[in-house]
């Protein structure tokens, strides 16, 4: 979700910027996009800080792999339940 938004976004502003000096875009869009892109950090840096938190290896193993599948089916469920996929 991370890799699309960023190549989403990056290419608009590339190609806009050849083509045109100053660019408009739908605030609802770039609002709703910055907020997927939130959520998308947010599960890469919690199951992260979750790993770095415990030292013992069994238990740190089971929890974090807990966790990153969690933060996954979230990931899963915004991205289906955002209305529209395409710009």
């Keep these: 979700m991370f890799l699309w ?3 989403i976004l990056g ?3 590339f190609v806009g ?5 100053e ?5 609802l869009v770039a609002q709703t996009s910055a ?7 947010a599960s890469l840096l919690i199951p992260a800080a ?3 938190t415990f030292t013992g290896e069994d238990l740190e ?3 974090t792999l807990k966790i990153s599948r969690a933060s996954s089916i ?14």
């Design 5 to 7: 938004l960023t190549q």
């Design 11 to 13: 290419m608009c502003f």
């Design 17 to 21: 910027g050849m083509r045109r000096p």
């Design 23 to 27: 660019q408009l875009y739908n605030s």
């Design 35 to 41: 907020s997927m892109m939130t959520v998308s950090v």
């Design 50 to 52: 979750f790993h770095a």
């Design 61 to 63: 193993e089971k929890n």
């Design 74 to 87: 979230l990931l899963l469920l915004v991205y289906f339940s955002y209305p529209s996929r395409s710009f």
